[in-house]
């Protein structure tokens, strides 16, 4: 299994990036924090999944390894697979969903991409004692990372808000780190769309 790539990025999309390692191409399917830490033609060293199955093989790229152990756990949990996991990772930082699970706020769970009741119940039950060993401190995170933190339930509600007026999740995510989290949902959304309005 290959645990990590050390290459250039020298092609980035939305949710993945061709690294070329040696004069080898890897495609690796990355999160929203990865994504905004890499540069063109840089070298980089990513953590790495990959994912065997019948019809081929993926690999997942981390930057933190915060995001590479918790990508680990989540896919550990029943019905909880490669492509939701990292849904999950782009819609969340570390940190929120660590706190989100150990404090059962199934609310907050729920508002993942892919998350209903019944897997946000199971996150709560597998990984609740487990998901503390992931936490570093928040400086390790790399500064690139702009992955909201939906830890609190206004900020989940604002989010759903905004994504029902029909914004994506890549649109909103870098916008809720400049508003203030500890405001009231209403004021949350105004501020979002203002800084969306002028994006």
Same mark, same amino acid.
Request: with cysteine; glycine share 10%; net charge negative.
């Given at each position: 299994?290959?645990?990590?790539?050390?290459?250039?990025? +020298?092609?980035? !999309?939305?949710?993945?990036?061709?690294?070329?390692?040696?004069?080898?191409?890897?495609?690796?399917?990355?999160?929203?924090?990865?994504?905004?830490?890499?540069?063109?033609?840089?070298?980089? !060293?990513?953590?790495?999944?990959?994912?065997?199955? !019948?019809?081929?093989?993926?690999?997942?790229?981390?930057?933190?390894? $915060?995001?590479?152990?918790?990508? !680990?756990? @989540?896919?550990?949990?029943?019905?909880?697979? #490669?492509?939701?996991?990292?849904?999950?990772? &782009?819609?969340? =930082?570390?940190?929120? %969903?660590?706190?989100?699970? *150990?404090?059962?706020?199934?609310? +907050?769970?729920?508002?993942?991409?892919?998350?209903?009741?019944? =897997?946000?119940?199971? %996150?709560? @039950?597998?990984?609740?004692?487990?998901?503390?060993?992931?936490?570093?401190? &928040?400086?390790?995170? =790399?500064?690139?990372?702009? &992955?909201?933190?939906?830890?609190?339930?206004?900020?989940? $509600?604002?989010?759903?808000?905004? *994504?029902?007026?029909?914004?994506? *999740?890549?649109?909103?995510? #870098?916008?809720?780190?400049?508003?203030?989290?500890?405001? #009231?949902?209403?004021?949350?959304?105004?501020?979002?769309? *203002?800084?969306?309005?002028?994006?």
């Amino acid at each position: 299994m290959i645990g990590f790539l050390r290459g250039k990025a +020298v092609i980035i !999309q939305t949710d993945f990036c061709l690294l070329d390692v040696n004069g080898v191409g890897y495609r690796l399917f990355i999160p929203h924090s990865t994504r905004n830490v890499l540069r063109l033609n840089e070298t980089v !060293q990513l953590f790495t999944y990959m994912n065997v199955y !019948q019809d081929g093989i993926t690999l997942y790229g981390f930057a933190a390894k $915060e995001e590479y152990d918790l990508f !680990q756990l @989540l896919i550990g949990v029943s019905g909880i697979g #490669p492509k939701v996991a990292l849904g999950i990772l &782009s819609s969340i =930082s570390v940190d929120g %969903l660590c706190r989100a699970i *150990q404090e059962k706020q199934t609310a +907050v769970l729920t508002k993942l991409p892919g998350i209903g009741k019944k =897997s946000a119940e199971r %996150l709560i @039950l597998e990984l609740r004692d487990k998901v503390g060993s992931t936490q570093g401190n &928040s400086d390790d995170l =790399s500064d690139g990372d702009f &992955s909201a933190d939906v830890g609190t339930d206004t900020v989940s $509600e604002a989010i759903a808000a905004l *994504q029902s007026l029909g914004y994506t *999740q890549a649109e909103i995510l #870098p916008v809720m780190k400049k508003v203030k989290n500890d405001a #009231p949902p209403e004021t949350i959304i105004k501020q979002a769309l *203002q800084f969306l309005g002028r994006a």
